[in-house]
């Protein structure tokens, strides 16, 4: 333990606890430049408390110079220091989809449930090398079995083609590069008379599906950073750039620590000559996409509004991910009102989801406890309204 009740043992992950009732803004403000300065992420807990999650190394002295110490509330020293406790702590906000089952089915009973899914860090586990994001032929099992009973999306940051290879399902829709490049059921424009963006695109009719790409006009610049940002990043060892069609990925969980600060400015110095394009951050991943109003939320309205969804009141949408881009999707269905928002998780993290699940695992858990509850409950009236979940 340091002078503050910090404990730490080498690369620890430990949590700190922090009223902030009584701070300012800019206080609050501060404490969190200082944190993320330090590569420390702010995870929000509940109203007026936060918490932080960091690791400490053994030179590492947590707050000790840090002008205005925390006071630790909540958690005793022990569970501070505990990352089940703090897990634990934030689930009651956020609970297990698997533990509360019962809550998310009943209200479902006579509604029709429409399934979303995120890709990497979902259904697959995050690996070092992203080709190899394979999911396993039991999770493709229980994918395949939740969308022979409810319609089903894999809205991935990955391009349309590759997770498509990647999941190999048929009857399931697939968006890539974040909602930007949507395969969807046929319909025609008309459908859609509440699509305005001024960009567009379109409908491109394709096989006997739609595909949607609201982003299509910025293909060639995006091909255009693609090869520049090759060229720029060759020589830093273990930096990855993948083509995800509408965006780019410059994936860098192989690169050395002590590179990392120049592939960002390489990146950077290539993204400031295309000013219609900005820059995200995921799990050791840097994401260059168009600066247009569409996300991971839009492509949920959109596949809901295809599948003759808009203006049911009955509809309940149902997303799990892991990514900040899934919370777009989150802060719709709070919006609605109506679904359920799901965040994959081992760690305590500030998310408008309202349940969770640990990993891949749990997600795999989950699916086929989904698709035995539609079979059960469908089974004594097998007509093909209830086999989409549209009632008991
Ligand atoms: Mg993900």
Aim: with cysteine; aromatic share 10%.
């Amino acid at each position: 333990m340091d002078k503050e009740g910090v404990p730490f043992q080498g690369s620890f992950l430990g949590y700190y606890q922090i009223d902030m009732s009584d701070r300012k803004n800019t206080t609050r403000m501060e404490f969190t430049k200082i944190n993320q300065a330090r590569g420390l992420r702010r995870l929000m807990l509940t109203g007026q408390t936060q918490c932080f999650a960091f690791r400490l190394k053994h030179h590492d002295h947590g707050f000790v110079d840090r002008p205005f110490p925390p006071r630790v509330r909540g958690l005793d020293q022990h569970h501070c220091g505990d990352p089940e406790a703090a897990y634990h702590l934030w689930q009651k906000d956020h609970p297990s989809a698997l533990k509360v089952f019962d809550r998310i089915t009943k209200p479902a009973k006579g509604k029709r449930i429409v399934v979303f899914l995120d890709y990497d860090g979902t259904l697959s586990p995050i690996v070092n090398d992203p080709d190899r994001a394979f999911m396993t032929d039991e999770m493709r099992s229980a994918v395949k079995k939740v969308s022979n009973y409810f319609p089903t999306a894999i809205i991935s940051g990955r391009s349309r083609d590759k997770v498509k290879e990647f999941v190999r399902l048929e009857n399931v829709y697939y968006a890539g590069s974040h909602g930007m490049d949507i395969m969807s059921p046929p319909a025609s424009p008309e459908s859609f008379p509440s699509w305005k963006h001024s960009t567009i695109p379109a409908l491109h009719q394709k096989g006997n599906g739609t595909v949607f790409q609201p982003a299509r006009n910025y293909l060639p610049a995006v091909q255009e950073m693609l090869a520049a940002i090759e060229k720029q990043i060759a020589n830093i060892q273990g930096a990855r750039v993948e083509d995800n069609r509408f965006c780019i990925s410059v994936h860098y969980r192989q690169v050395k620590e002590e590179d990392l600060e120049m592939l960002e400015q390489k990146v950077i110095s290539v993204l400031q000559k295309y000013p219609d394009f900005h820059l995200t951050r995921g799990k050791m991943v840097m994401e260059i996409r168009p600066s247009i109003e569409w996300n991971k939320g839009h492509a949920l309205e959109y596949l809901l509004e295809k599948l003759g969804f808009k203006d049911s009141t009955d509809v309940l949408p149902l997303y799990i991910g892991d990514d900040r881009t899934d919370e777009d999707a989150f802060k719709v269905i709070q919006r609605r009102g109506q679904g359920y928002p799901i965040i994959v998780s081992s760690i305590p993290k500030e998310t408008k989801a309202s349940y969770s699940l640990r990993d891949p695992s749990e997600v795999l858990a989950f699916l086929s406890r989904l698709a035995r509850w539609r079979k059960a409950s469908s089974s004594s009236n097998r007509s093909s309204a209830q086999i989409w979940g549209l009632g008991d």
